[in-house]
């Protein structure tokens, strides 16, 4: 786990593996939305390290938890921001995936 150091963008907790991958996540978003997947990242971050029992498995489960989050925060709001919309599903009607 680093801790963010002034002027850059990253969260507070998150693998330096991670941190160019992050860094190119937060790119895709505008400015003003980037505080917030960057505190939410940290949140989730520590939540999932936290919630791991196992002590070897406690960066990694962190890691994924964290990673996926935002990575599907920054595709469905970098396609609202591109005005793709869906119809809502109509009642009773099977969803597909």
């Known amino acids: 786990m680093s801790q963010r150091t ?5 969260p507070v907790a998150y693998s330096l593996a991670d ?20 505190v ?9 390290f936290d919630a791991e029992l ?3 498995k406690q960066e990694n489960r962190a ?3 964290a ?3 935002l ?9 609202a921001l591109q005005g793709y919309t ?8 099977q969803q597909r995936d």
């Open 19 to 38: 941190a160019t991958w992050i860094h190119e996540q937060l790119q895709h978003l505008p400015v003003s939305m980037r505080q917030r997947a960057v």
């Open 86 to 93: 869906a119809e809502p599903p109509l009642a009773g009607a």
């Open 6 to 10: 002034a002027g850059d963008c990253l």
């Open 54 to 56: 196992v002590s070897y």
């Open 40 to 48: 939410r990242y940290a949140e989730v971050y520590r939540q999932a």
């Open 67 to 69: 990673n996926t989050r």
């Open 71 to 79: 990575r599907l925060f920054v595709r469905n709001q970098g396609r």
């Open 63 to 65: 890691r994924h938890e």
